[in-house]
Structures are given as C-alpha cells and as structure tokens.
C-alpha cells in the first residue's frame, strides 16, 4: 500500500515538473527563451522583435515570422518544452511521417548484380526434370 502512494506522489511531482517546464513563446523573457535547448541569443533576439510587432497566434505564425524556425525545428523545440499560446507543435508527428515516406521512397533499391535467372528443363505437365 505504501509503494501505491509513492507511486501517486512520484506521478504527481513528475506532471507537475512537465507542466511547470512548458515555456509559452509569448510570455517568457528572454533568459526562458535562452534555457530553452535549441534557442541562441540570435533567435532570442529574433523572436523577441516579432513580438513587438504582436502576439504570435500559433505555430504555423510563429514559423512564418521568425527565421530559421520551421516545422522540424519547431517540433524540436517543442520537444524541449516550447509552447505558443499553451500548445505544442501538432506538426511533430506529420513532419517526422513525412520525412520517413520521403526517405523510403527517394532512393530506389540497387538492383542484385546476379539477379539472371537459370534455366530449368520442364516436361509436358510443368514439372522439372531431373539430370
């Protein structure tokens, strides 16, 4: 009974610590911004002037208005703990799908070099001969 509580407690200061680790990209200063793994001082500083010019309305803007922010970065950072407006980046899944479609079927499979099929004597009825 006591190891069921200890895992309750233990479940419960792990969500809280997740939680409290989101980072919403319109309301963090810049030294969050800079904890994040993935953020330099360059995009810091990027994010912050485009917030100048308004609040980032979701992912898809955020990508749009901060350079060198696209979806796998975005995924990443998300990852990291990265929020707009409370969300995380819906895209992580789809950008990581397409990248493995696009990886199986870019390059086509080698053909075997000894891939000349031998000759087998048949009978009448379909059945190999034997020598």
Do not use: Y
């Amino acid at each position: 009974m006591k190891f069921r509580r200890w895992i309750v407690s233990l479940a419960a200061m792990l969500s809280t610590t997740l939680a409290l680790a989101a980072v919403d990209i319109n309301k963090a200063t810049e030294a969050e911004l800079d904890g994040i793994k993935g953020i330099g001082p360059a995009t810091t500083r990027l994010i912050v002037e485009q917030r100048k010019s308004g609040p980032f309305a979701d992912w898809v803007d955020l990508t749009r208005r901060v350079k060198g922010i696209g979806a796998k970065r975005a995924a990443k950072l998300s990852g990291e703990g990265l929020t707009v407006n409370g969300q995380p980046f819906a895209g992580a899944a789809d950008a990581t799908a397409n990248t493995t479609k696009t990886a199986k079927f870019a390059a086509p499979k080698p053909a075997k070099a000894d891939a000349t099929p031998t000759a087998t004597p048949t009978t009448e009825l379909g059945k190999t001969q034997k020598p």
